[in-house]
Nanobody, 117 residues
Framework: VQLVESGGGLVQAGGSLTLSCAAS????????MGWYRRAPGKERELLVT???????YYADSVKGRFTISRDNAKNTLYLQMNSLKPEDTAMYYC????????????WGQGTQVTVSS
């Protein structure tokens, strides 16, 4: 399984970005996927998850501002981010849960999001 994120960049506070995560390889059965982020000096944070096409979790820090979606025809996961804040600055990663281990075993390389004030 390969996951490749894109769509990061520099945006002003209050702006929007949409991240994409293209999946390839043996993706059959990858029903649960999510987006994480890691800011400098902070631990990795789970932001949102989606299972069987429905969002199942939103962290309080992004609830109401971020939306996860998945296009199975394109094997692509998305993260729509609105009302961005400087504290959203981080490296963003998509991840997929292995159906056998139950763990997020598959990760992308990350895409940087920087929000200026």
């Amino acid at each position: 399984v390969q996951l490749v994120e894109s769509g990061g960049g520099l945006v002003q506070a209050g702006g929007s970005l949409t991240l994409s995560c293209a999946a390839s390889g043996n993706i059959f059965g990858l029903n649960t996927m999510g987006w994480y982020r890691r800011a400098p000096g902070k631990e990795r944070e789970l932001l949102v998850t989606i299972r069987n096409g429905r969002s199942t979790y939103y962290a309080d820090s992004v609830k109401g501002r971020f939306t996860i979606s998945r296009d199975n025809a394109k094997n692509t996961l998305y993260l729509q981010m609105n009302s961005l804040k400087p504290e959203d600055t981080a490296m963003y990663y998509c991840a997929a849960r292995d159906p056998y281990s139950g763990e997020y075993d598959y990760w992308g390389q990350g895409t940087q999001v920087t929000v200026s004030s």
